[in-house]
């Protein structure tokens, strides 16, 4: 059997508690760490360990042997000093896959050139998620892609079902692809061109932006 990954997440701010919770309660283990001790002691119930240390410590950092973690999660976001010199040490310490929290985009180039592999904007990403949502109830999720491409999850509206996907002509009218179907837990890849929407299926619809905007506001 696989090793389950090990993760660690740095700074227990909302977003770092909420992804140390998420990791620990799908059974994975779990470093916490936060340079205040009380932030330490609320997560301590909830993930392996919580250690209270500066992550801008190189040598702390060492001795918790942040390296033989497959996967570090640099949650820092107010202090973005902190949040760059800790990335540049867990880069040169050699872990394997960085991830980091951006507060804004000039936040994210500097942690993209000094090597965070992947570099996210939760703040961004949930606005333009409920963005999507307000405008059209139907969206469930939006995940960008690229920044002219993007792929939605959208309930099939009541008009949509009995339909098939040749009726719908989603490809034709809008330019846009359906990938796949979801339905309760159960994922139809590549439906076919007969399928009919039943209640309660969900498309997954890759396309470019302003064509899924147009679709997004037909369907709604
Ligand atoms: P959020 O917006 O997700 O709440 P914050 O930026 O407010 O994120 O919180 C970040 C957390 O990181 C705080 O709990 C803070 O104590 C912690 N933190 C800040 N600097 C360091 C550091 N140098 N070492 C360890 N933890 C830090």
Redesign the pocket.
Known sequence: MAVKKQYAI????????SVANSLSKMGFEVLA????EQ?IQEVASMVTHAVS????DEEALKALGIRNFDVVVV?????IQ??I??TLILKDLGVPMLVA?A?NELHGKVLNKIGADKVIF?ERDMGTRVAHNLISPNIMDYIELSDNHSIVDMRASTNMIGQNLIELDIRARFGCNIMAIKNNGHINISPLADYRLREGDVMVIVGQNDHLNKLELALS
Do not use: C, E
């Not at 760490?33 to 205040?36: F, L, N, P, R, V």
């Not at 949650?75 to 202090?79: F, L, S």
């Open positions: 740095i700074g227990m701010g909302r977003f770092g508690s760490i936060d340079s205040s932030k240390a500066d992550s801008t949650a820092i976001g107010q202090d902190a949040s010199l800790t929290k507060q939760p």
